[in-house]
């Protein structure tokens, strides 16, 4: 069985809070620089503009793009032929949010407890840490850090499967509206369809990290993220929500089976700041 | 282009539209979620505030720890609606202006009429860029709260847009209908 060490892991996830924190991902800048070919308003160019330039000074001076450095989310994927040794797993995981967000700078925006003592952790834990077991003897390691002000303005909803096609789309629809300018546009949107209550926001946000699980799509839900694309960007709202056509750079659905009697549907709007890191040990 | 230095009064307000740029230099105060509960829990209480915000103009953020060889961190807005139900008490004892992101509130709108108000929006996200318009900074009041303390900012050429004038025009409302189809 092939032993990994717990001070491995608190190392590569503090590095991973970090380069989260300073890389846009290559693929949110790509969409932004097709944005700005396409936004027909001139101050949604500018925003767009700049926030390309924002992202070039994050990564130039090694600083955090955004200064809500998020709640961290990491989701660990476990071959079932590893052993983590020299101590406790989820620690370990903490460990590295806190040693990141030190080094790095990073802003901790981590409360307590959420109603009656909302006193700063000060080192941005507990992370909010999600395990899957899995073949094969491989660790792989997910930092999502994601912003409070879009996280606010995400949403889930049980329909019913007379909902349909017309359902999802409403309720996808009605919470970005919502979202408007307070989400950072342009944002992006994942959506989870389907699994339980408590499943479908895991699916939602997941569907944002497309580039990390391969996420395999049909023609129907190609085309159902082609159509709420096209329809969002005729909102509006645009670029920090100043009036434009680029309301969202994409639309990723991440789909799974469920019962007979529901239609969980779930949105998970990111800001233009999608930040993610990843690696396998 | 315009520019701005605080304190503001209401001839300075009066001049500024929906939708104008500016830039701000001088003197502006970070306060979010939790200062500002107790920024109303003090007033509430008749105790007098940490700092004078009388014709003050408030940024909605909580900035990153500064590196080393920095004044400050990044230091983007944060979204505004959740300061809505602190606001017009707030302007009522004097503030004249606002800074952050995102919508307003019927009521902030009607409390920034009545008071002569303006809010600037910043581009959220934009954090690291918007840091390079911040030369001094020193934490003035509640520092037990971290990010969340208040801080005096010294900003040169801050660029904003007014997002809502103290008419009731709104930059977003007014974006919007403009592109939707």
Known sequence: MRQISSKKITQVVADLCKKANFILPFFVKSALEEAYRNEESERGREVIHKIIENAGVALSEDVPMCQDCGITTVFAEIGQEISVIDGDLKEAINQGVRQGYKEGYLRKSIVEEPVFNRKNTSDNTPAIIYFDIVPGNSLKIVVVPKGGGSENTSALKMLNPSDGIEGIKKFVMETVEKAGPNACPPMIIGVGIGGSFDSVGILAKKALLEEVYNIQKDDNILGLEKELLKDINRLGIGPAGLGGRITALKVNINTFPTHIGCLPVAVSVSCHALRYAWEVL | ?181
Do not use: W
């Open chain 2, 1 to 181: 282009m315009i520019t701005i230095t605080p304190p503001l009064d209401s001839e300075m307000v009066k001049n500024l539209k929906a939708g104008d740029e500016a830039l701000i230099s001088g003197t502006v105060y970070t306060a979010r979620d939790e200062a500002h509960k107790r920024f109303f829990e003090a007033i509430m209480s008749g105790y007098s505030l940490p700092i004078d915000i009388r014709g003050q103009i408030i940024y909605y953020a909580g900035p990153t720890p500064p590196k080393p060889d920095k004044e400050v961190g990044s230091i983007g807005p944060t979204t505004s609606g959740r300061m809505d139900f602190y606001t017009p008490l707030l302007l009522k004892h004097g503030l004249n202006g606002m800074i952050g992101k995102g919508l307003r509130s019927p009521e902030v709108k009607k409390a920034m009429m009545n008071e002569t108000a303006v809010y600037f929006s910043a581009i959220g996200g934009v954090a690291a860029l918007l840091a390079k318009h911040v030369v001094k900074s020193k934490v003035v009041a509640y520092e037990d709260l971290g990010p969340e303390a208040v801080f005096e900012l010294s900003v040169e050429e801050f660029p904003v847009f007014v997002a809502v004038d103290c008419y009731g025009g709104d930059i977003y409302e007014e974006g919007k209908k403009c592109y939707k189809r």
